[in-house]
T-cell receptor, first 109, second 114 residues
């Protein structure tokens, strides 16, 4: 079966760092996506991890541990525009993705 | 920046009617997808399409649904005999030959079945 878990909501302060965790149980796992989705808009691609470890891309970093079925997205120097839903998705060998429910991040001044 | 284009942006249809949602994926992409998102819920996989055929489909994608790539650019999702529970945002997405570049999603079609 497929199961993706991530927190429903998080709140952080502008300029701070926030870590959004995701655990997954997926057959045929290939890699782990993170997407950002603003309300009423389409998801936009942030990162893809296939190997264990941390990948850094500007203010955003993503980590994967395949043995633990665990990933996190790290957002640094938070800005108000980072308020959005962050979607964790497991990409499988079959070429499809199973998405989590998303974590709604609210950045406060 | 290349875009995935979806039309229409909104579609209202009566229960039992057929609808066709249209998408123009990025031209050099190889993999095409339909996902849907019911309001307030998660993004759900419907179907993937590669090399002119369906490569994977979900349990949601039953006989009511079909996909076509009628020419070199368009990718369509047909929903026959729509039901109230088909009301959702339908996203088309495409991907190149590397998963590490992720999906590019279209802006979606908001389907409302009344």
């Amino acid at each position: 079966g497929q199961n993706i878990d991530q927190p429903t909501e998080m709140t952080a302060t502008e300029g701070a760092i926030v870590q959004i965790n995701c655990t997954y149980q997926t057959s045929g796992f290939n890699g782990l996506f993170w997407y950002q989705q603003h309300a009423g808009e389409a998801p936009t691609f942030l990162s893809y991890n296939v190997l264990d470890g941390l990948e850094e891309k500007g203010r955003f970093s993503s980590f994967l541990s395949r043995s633990k079925g665990y990933s996190y997205l790290l957002l640094k120097e938070l800005q108000m525009k980072d308020s959005a839903s962050y979607l964790c998705a497991a990409y499988t060998n079959a070429g499809k993705s199973t998405f989590g429910d998303g974590t709604t991040l609210t950045v406060k001044p | 920046e290349p875009e995935v284009t979806q039309t229409p942006s909104h579609q209202v249809t009566q229960m039992g009617q057929e609808v066709i949602l249209r998408c123009v994926p990025i031209s050099n992409h190889l993999y095409f997808y339909w996902y849907r998102q019911i309001l307030g819920q998660k993004v759900e996989f419907l179907v993937s399409f590669y090399n002119n055929e369906i490569s994977e489909k979900s349990e949601i994608f039953d006989d009511q649904f079909s996909v076509e790539r009628p020419d070199g650019s368009n990718f369509t999702l047909k929903i026959r005999s729509t039901k109230l529970e088909d009301s959702a945002m339908y996203f088309c997405a495409s991907m190149g030959d590397k998963a590490r570049d992720g999906y590019t999603f279209g802006s979606g079609t908001r389907l409302t079945v009344v």
